[in-house]
């Protein structure tokens, strides 16, 4: 367990509100232009894997990490048992800090969704996907099993008198704020502005997830986030 990332722990923090909140506006126009880039994974002997950046990966009792860092997006899941019941103490105590330094600054910001359970996220993916098509579904939505929310490690924020879990929240206060501040407190913007085509999910200024400051630190790269995939080299595509 290295400072980029603590593996998850089962702790039962109570996540604040809501577990969902869904909003009339759910689609945003990347304003940045995207390229493509080729990844390829090598497998080794020993059940590891490297990634196209160099990095080594393994996958356990159903849980991939690169580089001591938990991966979740299309193409890696975790298992549907695994429920921590809230989100992980060092997640929890890392957002207390930041939630703090924001209100000195005169920002008010809170967890509007935390941790969701496999049938929470389920549910939540299911009733898009009934209501727009997969495709919208899959845009902003993971799918059960592929949600960051379910780790523990990750939740959506929102902001007084500001639209909640939707493009509605992009220039606001708090929005601007964690862009340039989270990775004090070891958190990265997952989803960043014209990156996309590297997350597989449209841009959300809401979605925080904790990586440690070290991490956090560099994927900020001065305001430019860098993500995940895009740093370890790997995908965030579905098999179908």
Same mark, same amino acid.
């Given at each position: /367990? #290295? ?9 039962? =923090? =109570?996540? #604040? ?19 493509? =880039? ?19 990966? !393994? =996958?356990?009792?159903? +849980? ?8 979740? #997006?299309?193409? !890696? ?21 930041? +939630?703090? *330094? ?8 809170? %967890? ?13 993916? #299911? ?14 939505? *993971? ?15 929102? $902001?007084?008198?500001?639209?909640? %879990? ?15 501040? *989270? !990775?004090?407190? $070891? ?13 597989? +999910? /449209? ?19 001065? $305001?430019?986030? %860098?993500?995940?995939?895009?740093? +370890?080299? %790997? ?6």
């Amino acid at each position: /367990m #290295n400072k980029e990332s603590k593996n998850v722990k089962n702790t039962k =923090t =109570t996540v #604040n509100k809501s577990d969902v909140t869904t909003t009339k506006k759910e689609t945003n126009v990347e304003t940045k232009k995207e390229s493509k =880039t080729e990844i390829i994974e090598s497998s080794n002997p020993d059940g590891t894997f490297t990634t196209s950046k160099g990095f080594t990966g !393994y =996958t356990k009792n159903g +849980f991939t990490y690169i580089n001591g860092v938990l991966i979740v #997006n299309k193409t !890696y899941s975790i298992p549907k048992s695994y429920n921590p019941g809230g989100l992980t103490k060092e997640t929890k105590a890392a957002s207390d800090k930041m +939630f703090a *330094a924001a209100k000195k600054d005169g920002v008010n910001i809170y %967890i509007a969704s935390g941790f969701r359970s496999y049938g929470t996220q389920s549910n939540l993916w #299911n009733s898009r996907k009934n209501k727009y098509g997969k495709a919208f579904a899959d845009n902003g939505t *993971a799918r059960p099993g592929h949600s960051e929310h379910q780790t523990g490690l990750a939740f959506d924020i929102c $902001g007084a008198g500001t639209g909640c %879990i939707s493009s509605d929240y992009n220039n606001s206060k708090g929005a601007k704020w964690v862009a340039a501040n *989270a !990775y004090k407190y $070891g958190f990265i913007l997952r989803y960043p502005n014209g990156k996309s085509n590297e997350t597989g +999910f /449209m841009y959300e200024s809401w979605h925080l997830r904790y990586v440690g400051v070290d991490l956090a630190t560099k994927l900020y790269n001065n $305001g430019n986030w %860098i993500t995940l995939e895009n740093y +370890f080299g %790997i995908t965030s595509k579905y098999n179908d």
